[in-house]
């Protein structure tokens, strides 16, 4: 079974024009830069806007057919879909919202009640069931959101910046669900701005810009080998193979420790975003691990941005604002202090 | 001198003695309305056939008024907020207009419409032996053509505000259109549907010039309390002055009820 996407569709300013699949039991992640498209994807294939050509199938089964005019409704379509701000049913409690879809299907009220708790427990939310939504956070309202596209034992599901609202630990719990559904056999497409979630979550990497696929590969081909300036920017985010122990990450030269993660013990390829790492002109008080000192080994200013290329022990390129460039009143060659937090260290196996 | 005082004496003079001059224009009428009703007869009156009926009259065809508002004016609400049939403005203008239409005159179109001789009224009457005109249905008829726009209006800004990607996020878990609206989008509306619901009893219930043009004048058919009053008026005033007061009680309850716990739904007023 696959899910087959060839379609037009213009969007205001946005000609959307993508062709790719999704196999099931497959992640893949439609990358792009905000403003490319990836919503608008999301709703084609959702069926909440219809193709202007082409089609959309699932397992040979159309779902739009332009040329034909064949349409599926959403409602008619195995999918589930994760909505950015989660969409959640204001006035029902978090235990009705994640049974909505089986009692929209005509399933009994206690029985999908039960199938609500059961599914409840499997994320994590087993003590919500009573909440309100407004009374959830943000990491408990994705879970909740998350629940209630699993009771309906989707075929395809659809997730728009799962991450984009969590806080840190929220996304910790939520690579977990995600890397707990990636032994199931439903089709999955994520649709993300942020490189490091499409690096780290998915099987294939689709990546989009204005609207048009510019490249499809695995992480590795797509990090390898980026064909345009938005890829060559996943490079940027600096990929630093090394070993993983616990939560201790050998680089070779020095040591990092990282955050929660669900990977384990070898080779891991570990990723620093540019804006993660922070400069000091002395070495910073009350953060004793992951602060170095190393060297500027060039320095680009361009578009407000400063980036910085850093030396030895761990050559990454780093991105500070001009004004905390300037605060650190270091030669072009000068000594500097770097430090990462463990938690924006993302580590995904080799 | 404290910080109250001190922002009080930054507005301007003019604007407090206007202001408490609007107060004293509201508030007089009513308090003389309270000081020369003759409460000694107050069971008197109320217990007076009359008035009973009027009263009863009043109560009946408002709330079926109310009743056939939200049937009829919560899709209207609908189409207009969120549909894209063409001309919404224009079918919003035309819908709406009665509420500033005096209500002599909407009753006079109602007479043109539904009157015997009238446009649709004289095939009622041929095909279906169906008068209308001044009868109790033409009380409710009244009431409903100059009352049911309070409610589309609320309901409407109602609906254009709950309109958001929950509806969305429950068709793709396979709940139909209506499935939607029934479980999602109304319950979402229930307080604009309330509000609305309420300002339109309100409406129907004081209503006067639509009623006597349309409906007429005829004890227990079609004299409403507002029809009782004025007649009162020109017998004995004491009993006008009372079944006022029974009219200002029901009114005050309602402002009360709807300041309390609905008033956020209706136009953005806190």
Same mark, same amino acid.
């Given at each position: 079974m696959s899910l087959s996407i060839d379609v037009?569709?213009?969007?205001?300013?946005? @000609?959307?024009?993508?062709?790719?699949?999704?196999?099931?039991? $497959? #992640?893949?992640a439609v990358v792009g830069p905000n403003g490319a498209g990836k919503t608008s994807l999301l709703r084609v294939v959702a069926g909440l806007i219809s193709a202007d050509e082409g089609r959309i199938t699932w397992g040979g089964v159309v779902w739009d057919d332009a040329s034909s005019g064949e349409f599926s409704p959403p409602e008619q379509r195995p999918l589930a879909y994760v909505f950015q701000d989660y969409a959640l049913i204001e006035h029902l409690t978090v235990g009705d919202n994640v049974a909505f879809g089986l009692r929209a299907r005509g399933v009994r009220r206690r029985r999908a009640r039960e199938r609500a708790q059961e599914v409840l427990d499997v994320v994590g939310g087993r003590d919500l069931l009573e909440r309100m939504p407004s009374s959830l956070s943000g990491g408990e309202a994705q879970t909740v959101a998350i629940a209630r596209a699993l009771a309906t034992e989707p075929s395809v599901m659809l997730f728009d910046e799962?991450?984009?609202?969590?806080?840190?630990?929220?996304?910790?719990?939520?690579?977990?669900?995600?890397?707990?559904?990636?032994?199931s056999s439903m089709a999955r497409l994520i649709v993300t701005h942020d490189a490091v979630e499409a690096l780290t979550l998915a099987d294939r990497i689709v990546v989009v810009e204005s609207g048009s696929v510019v @490249?499809?590969? #695995?992480?590795? $081909?797509?990090?390898?080998?980026?064909?345009?300036?938005?890829?060559?920017?996943?490079?940027?985010l600096n990929p630093l193979p090394g070993r993983l122990r616990g939560d201790e990450l050998s680089l070779g030269a020095m040591s990092l420790t990282v955050g929660a993660h669900g990977v384990g013990d070898g080779d891991v390829i570990a990723?620093?975003?540019?804006?993660?790492?922070?400069?000091?002109? $002395?070495?910073?008080?009350?953060?004793?691990?992951?602060?170095?000192?190393? #060297?500027?080994?060039?320095?680009?200013?361009?578009?407000?941005?400063?980036?910085? @290329?850093?030396?030895?022990?761990?050559?990454?390129?780093?991105?500070?604002?001009?004004?905390?460039?300037?605060?650190?009143?270091? $030669?072009?060659?000068?000594?500097?202090?770097?430090?990462?937090?463990?938690?924006?260290?993302?580590?995904?196996?080799? | 001198m404290s910080r109250q005082q001190r922002h009080d004496a930054r507005v301007p003079i003019i604007l407090v003695v206007l202001g408490w001059l609007a107060v004293a224009f509201f508030v007089v009428p009513i308090l003389a309305l309270v000081l &020369?009703?003759?409460?000694?007869? !107050?069971?008197?009156?109320?217990?007076?056939?009359?008035? =009973?009926?009027?009263?009863?009259?009043?109560?009946?065809?408002?709330?079926?008024?109310?009743?056939?508002?939200?049937?009829?004016?919560?899709?209207?609400?609908?189409?207009?907020?969120?549909?894209?049939?063409?001309?919404?403005?224009?079918? &919003?203008?035309?819908?709406?207009?009665?509420?500033?239409?005096?209500?002599?005159?909407?009753?006079?179109?109602?007479?043109?419409?539904?009157?015997?001789?009238?446009?649709?009224?004289?095939?009622?009457?041929? *095909?279906?032996?169906?008068? !209308?005109?001044?009868?109790?249905?033409a009380v409710v008829i009244a009431q409903l053509f100059v009352a049911m726009p309070f409610l589309v209006l609320t309901v409407?800004?109602?609906?254009? &505000?709950? =309109?958001?990607?929950?509806?969305? =996020?429950?068709?793709?878990?396979?709940?139909?259109? *209506?499935?939607?609206?029934?479980?999602?989008t109304l319950p979402a509306t229930q307080p604009a549907i309330i509000a609305?619901?309420?300002?339109?009893?309100?409406?129907?219930?004081?209503?006067?010039?639509?009623?006597?043009t349309f409906a007429g004048n005829f004890p227990g058919t079609t004299r409403t309390l507002p029809i009782a009053t004025y007649l009162a008026l020109e017998s004995d005033i004491d009993d006008a002055l009372l079944i006022s007061m029974v009219m200002v009680v029901i009114s005050v309850v309602i402002l009360v009820a709807l300041r309390s716990r609905w008033v956020g739904a209706i136009g953005g007023v806190r």
């Open positions: 037009r569709r213009r969007i205001g300013a946005t @000609q959307l024009d993508v062709q790719f699949s999704v196999v099931a039991g $497959e #992640t893949v799962p991450f984009a609202a969590l806080d840190a630990s929220a996304r910790a719990h939520a690579r977990r669900l995600f890397s707990s559904m990636s032994s @490249q499809i590969g #695995t992480p590795g $081909e797509v990090i390898a080998t980026p064909r345009t300036h938005f890829v060559a920017e996943i490079l940027g990723i620093v975003r540019p804006r993660s790492v922070s400069l000091h002109r $002395e070495r910073p008080e009350g953060s004793p691990r992951n602060v170095w000192r190393t #060297t500027i080994d060039a320095v680009d200013r361009s578009d407000g941005r400063v980036r910085v @290329q850093l030396g030895a022990p761990i050559p990454i390129a780093v991105e500070v604002t001009p004004a905390g460039f300037d605060a650190l009143a270091t $030669e072009p060659d000068g000594d500097v202090w770097a430090s990462v937090k463990a938690s924006e260290i993302v580590v995904q196996p080799a | &020369r009703v003759p409460w000694s007869s !107050l069971s008197d009156v109320i217990t007076d056939d009359a008035t =009973a009926e009027a009263l009863t009259l009043s109560v009946f065809t408002s709330v079926i008024t109310t009743v056939l508002a939200i049937v009829l004016g919560v899709p209207l609400a609908w189409l207009l907020a969120r549909s894209n049939i063409p001309g919404r403005q224009f079918i &919003r203008a035309l819908c709406t207009l009665s509420m500033v239409l005096p209500p002599v005159v909407a009753g006079v179109a109602l007479l043109a419409s539904l009157g015997r001789r009238g446009v649709v009224g004289e095939i009622l009457d041929d *095909w279906l032996g169906v008068r !209308l005109p001044f009868t109790m249905p409407e800004s109602g609906f254009a &505000r709950s =309109a958001g990607t929950v509806e969305e =996020a429950a068709r793709t878990l396979g709940a139909s259109p *209506w499935y939607v609206f029934t479980r999602v609305g619901a309420v300002l339109t009893w309100a409406r129907a219930l004081g209503e006067f010039g639509a009623t006597i």
